[in-house]
């Protein structure tokens, strides 16, 4: 089946108005985060930055469909000693704007830079938060599970009469478990916390994360043909991973050096697939790319 990759250059907030409505079934992005990024993106006041990111979210609400996902990797800064709350603020905001904060998912960074502050250790995590239209949407679990583990080994050799019954919480939380219910089992469900290292490799941007981070929420939200979007494209990771695993994918980012090196990018891989015989028609025009 064909698969399409298309990047335009320009001001998300009026591109994004080009897509049809309901015809995104995945958004996963990093935007810029309040006072930093001031060389490409113009660094966004923290108590500005909810006005300026609502016109954009009111747009990905009307793309996405309603069994879709939207994935935002944002993270408040230190001003003064203190915390910002314009991450908080965009959370209530978008909520009235009418989007479910369904989740939120922790990126711990293996290879967090180190350093020393008078008040606070060095940060080695961001939020990763997850966003939906419609309390059900599609989520594929068995995609992203994980091995049992070493633990499985002594846990499950030795199952006492609890384990073999739903033993419900003793604090009341209505959580329950059967252990017994993994005898057998190579592989569990992961948790919300993603293990992986920051981008180290030389991507001409100031923020690139790692390919493993869109991977996983692609393999998590999507299928096969299923279409992508990154609003804050950047250096092209979710774009290219996208492609990569067989989804149709939509980047656009405001500035011309990103779109051009993704442009490139997405070039030496349109060549690379015509060696195997794949065919592809010609690139759009309008400063914009489309790849099939």
């Given amino acids: 089946m064909e698969i399409s990759t298309n990047i335009y250059l320009g001001d998300s907030r009026e591109k994004l108005k080009l897509l049809p409505e309901n015809s995104v079934d995945l958004i996963v992005t990093s935007p810029p985060y309040a006072d930093q990024r ?82 606070r250790f060095r940060d080695s995590w961001e939020r990763l938060l997850q966003f939906n239209k419609d309390k059900k949407f599609n989520m594929y679990q068995e995609e992203v599970m994980v091995p049992m583990g070493n633990w499985a080994k002594n846990r499950l050799k030795n199952l006492s009469e609890t384990d073999k019954i739903r033993d419900n919480s003793k604090v009341g939380s209505g959580f329950g478990k059967n ?16 293990h992986l290292a920051t981008e180290c490799n030389n991507k001409n941007h100031s923020a690139a994360f790692p390919e493993e981070l869109p991977e996983w929420f692609i393999k998590l939200f999507t299928k096969p043909n299923d279409t992508v ?46 060696e195997t015989g794949t065919n592809y028609e010609n690139d759009k025009p309008e400063r914009r790319i489309a790849i099939r």
């Fill in 38 to 119: 001031k060389s490409t993106y113009g660094g966004i006041c923290a108590d500005k930055y909810v006005d300026w990111f609502l016109p954009i979210s009111e747009q990905l609400l009307r793309v996405l469909k309603p069994t879709g996902t939207f994935i935002l990797n944002i993270k408040e800064k230190v001003v003064k000693g203190e915390r910002s709350t314009y991450v908080i603020e965009l959370i209530l905001a978008m909520r009235k704007q009418g989007w479910l904060w369904t989740e939120e998912f922790i990126w711990h960074k293996k290879n967090s830079y180190p350093g020393k502050w008078p008040n």
């Fill in 179 to 194: 252990i017994s219910n993994w005898m057998n089992r190579d592989k569990a469900y992961p948790t919300n916390v993603l």
């Fill in 229 to 274: 979007l990154d609003p804050f494209m950047g250096s092209g990771t979710t774009i290219i991973v996208a492609s990569r695993m067989g989804r149709n994918s939509i980047g656009i980012d405001v500035v011309p050096e990103y779109y051009e090196m993704v442009k490139n990018q997405l070039n030496i891989s349109k060549q690379n697939l015509l």
